[in-house]
């Protein structure tokens, strides 16, 4: 189907470390993987996206990583800022189609 | 060049009462996406509007959910009878055409409505 496992649930990290979230896939014709960050209260955000013909996508010290075969791609930010403490969302969908399908959220805590 | 706009922020309803939730979308745009976000969930896709279509309502609820898009104004989602399990964040994301990921286009979503049921 079009579900999407997202993890961890939660992620408590020291300021200045990285934080790693992985989500995987089952349907093979998923081509755009876009990650949303949400502070309380507030909208989900777009951060970055990553579409099925790279395998790597980086801005400044967020990246995203993309495994076809293994149907996987995963959120990684170095160098923890406070700020980067949110719930962060991953997502998919195949070209062609307008909706999004959305992992279960990790709840990313930055340790000062 | 303002955003997509939703109102209210917060809405506050008593069981069986009706609920509107407004979406105006950003300039030039006529393509609108609803997602509904239950608490500790992540989003999940209600409907698919143009402006006096629904393309897609594949995730709206069977009943007391109706949307609309008119000519003049903003897109409605209308829940009537609300129940308790309805409280949830109500997100609206725009695009000019129908949203083509293959290109460079992405889905930014306006404040959302948080609805809550007492």
């Known amino acids: 189907g079009e579900n999407v496992e997202q993890h961890p649930s939660t992620l408590s990290v020291q300021e200045g470390d990285s934080a790693v979230i992985k989500c995987t896939y089952s349907d093979s014709a998923s081509n755009y993987f876009p990650w949303y960050k949400q502070e309380l209260g507030k909208r989900p955000q777009l951060i970055i996206d990553?579409?099925?013909?790279?395998g790597e996508k980086k801005d400044q010290r967020i990246a995203v990583t993309l495994n076809k075969t293994a149907k996987h791609f995963s959120l990684h930010i170095t160098e923890t800022q406070p700020e980067d403490s949110a719930v962060y969302f991953c997502?998919?969908?195949?070209?062609?189609?307008?909706?999004?399908?959305f992992g279960t959220g990790t709840r990313l805590t930055i340790i000062p | 060049n303002a955003g997509v706009m939703q109102n209210p922020r917060h809405l506050v309803r008593r069981r069986g009462q009706e609920a509107r939730l407004r979406c105006s979308p950003m300039k030039g745009h006529s393509h609108v996406y609803w997602y509904r976000q239950l608490p500790e969930e992540g989003l999940k896709f209600m409907v698919y509007?143009?402006?006096?279509?629904?393309?897609?309502e594949s995730g709206m609820p069977k009943e007391r959910f109706s949307a609309e898009f008119p000519k003049e104004g903003p897109s409605i989602l209308r829940i009537q009878q609300v129940v308790r399990g309805d409280s949830a964040a109500y997100f609206c994301?725009?695009?000019?055409?129908?949203?083509?990921?293959?290109?460079?286009?992405?889905?930014?979503f306006g404040s959302g409505t948080q609805l809550s049921v007492l």
């Open positions: 990553i579409r099925s013909n790279v």
């Open positions: 509007l143009q402006k006096e279509n629904i393309i897609d």
């Open positions: 997502a998919r969908t195949n070209f062609g189609n307008e909706k999004l399908t």
């Open positions: 994301a725009s695009s000019p055409t129908r949203v083509d990921f293959a290109t460079n286009e992405k889905l930014f």
